[in-house]
């Protein structure tokens, strides 16, 4: 009974164009993902920059509550710096790193910008051709990653909205509080995880509910919106799409983490 926002409950989201992903534990690795996943990124500086130097060329953007689409990142940078997202070679890998990690003692994967709108092939926003030097993680450069199945998000702005993505993306989560709380009432069954700098493929958000609550990913039903919703509001100003326990194989159609 909840409401799918993109298609009908059996489509993944289409994506019109795929972007790049930039890995940034110190690997040079990156992959391919639909422009529409939410994750954090890197602007080219200014090129008008009295400081500019080849140490200095990147801004990291760290936000840390909120994450961006792809179109979304490259909007910032222009608005913010007249830039676009990051025109990157495998030279400029440890001046990336070091930006990031003044901001960020995680690893994110962060988009630069690299995109094909699936008639070019690979190109940068800048309109710089693509040298294919960075490491493809996923497969030949040309492959998306595979989804072995795909998950339930819900939506967090209070429109009881909710959609099908692949279980590889990193959202926010809400788990299942454990039915043998003293304190469980029809107000508190769930726990919104919220981590300022970090988010979760779907099996990696389940795993956190098993580890620490002995639950899953939440089971949700139309009439437990509102008390989502409270339990979200206490903790982040934003409307992020969170993991819910919704998921498909592609063998057995939607099931709930709980069974």
């Known amino acids: 009974d909840l409401s799918f926002y ?25 992959r391919r993902e639909p422009s ?27 936000d840390s509550v909120k994450t961006y689409t792809q179109p979304e990142a490259n909007a910032y940078c222009v608005s913010q710096y007249s830039t676009q ?19 960020d003692a995680n690893c994110p994967w962060v988009w630069v910008g690299l995109i094909d709108n699936g008639s070019e092939g690979w190109k940068w926003e800048d309109g710089q051709s ?17 989804a072995t199945e795909t998950a339930g998000l819900l939506e967090m702005c ?7 993505e692949p279980s590889f993306t990193r959202n926010r989560f809400i788990c299942n509080a454990p039915t043998t709380s003293a304190a469980l009432t029809s107000d508190n069954k769930f726990y919104y995880v919220y981590d300022s700098v ?16 002995s639950t899953q990913l939440a089971t949700v039903t139309s009439s437990d919106l509102d008390n989502i919703y409270a339990a979200k509001d206490e903790a982040d100003a934003n409307c992020p799409w969170v993991w819910v326990g919704l998921i498909d194989n592609g063998s057995e159609g939607w099931k709930w983490e709980d069974g």
């Open 6 to 30: 993109h298609g009908t409950d059996n489509n993944v989201p289409t994506a019109t164009e795929t972007a790049g992903l930039l890995e940034m534990c110190g690997e040079g690795l990156s």
């Open 36 to 62: 529409f996943t939410r994750n954090r990124f890197i602007c080219n500086a200014p090129t008008t920059s009295a400081a500019l130097t080849s140490d200095n060329k990147f801004y990291y953007v760290y």
């Open 85 to 103: 997202l990051a025109t990157v070679t495998s030279s400029d890998l440890d001046n990336i790193y070091a930006a990031k990690d003044e901001a």
């Open 130 to 146: 693509y040298a294919g030097d960075l490491s493809f993680y996923h497969g030949v450069d040309n492959s998306l990653p595979t």
């Open 158 to 164: 209070g429109e009881g909205l909710s959609r099908r």
């Open 198 to 213: 970090k988010t979760y493929t779907q099996p990696e958000a389940n795993a956190y509910c098993v580890s620490q609550y």
